[in-house]
């Protein structure tokens, strides 16, 4: 059970990671004006920005519910 909330979390993490400089960079150009003729901000977001964040946010979410999913060993 504990791997399965562990994968799930990674899972989840790689969403959130990918999703979040997608929305960011909709943010900048329709909010802050940025301007981007050529797209290749948008293809820096979403194929080099995107993955990377992704696996991070991952790892970092697995990480944190492997910790908190520990047994805990009572001193009975």
């Known amino acids: 059970m504990r791997a399965l909330k562990v994968i799930a979390a ?3 993490g790689l969403i959130i990671g990918e999703a979040i400089p ?3 960079y909709i943010i900048a150009t329709n909010y802050f004006e ?3 003729s050529d797209g ?3 293809m820096g977001a ?3 920005l995107g993955p ?3 696996v ?3 790892v ?3 990480i944190v519910v492997f910790i908190w999913t520990k047994p805990r060993v009572s001193k009975a």
């Open 10 to 12: 990674f899972l989840g």
């Open 22 to 24: 997608i929305i960011w």
């Open 34 to 36: 940025l301007i981007d």
């Open 40 to 42: 290749g901000g948008a």
């Open 46 to 48: 979403i194929f080099l």
């Open 52 to 54: 990377l964040l992704a």
């Open 56 to 58: 991070i946010v991952g």
């Open 60 to 62: 970092i979410a697995a």
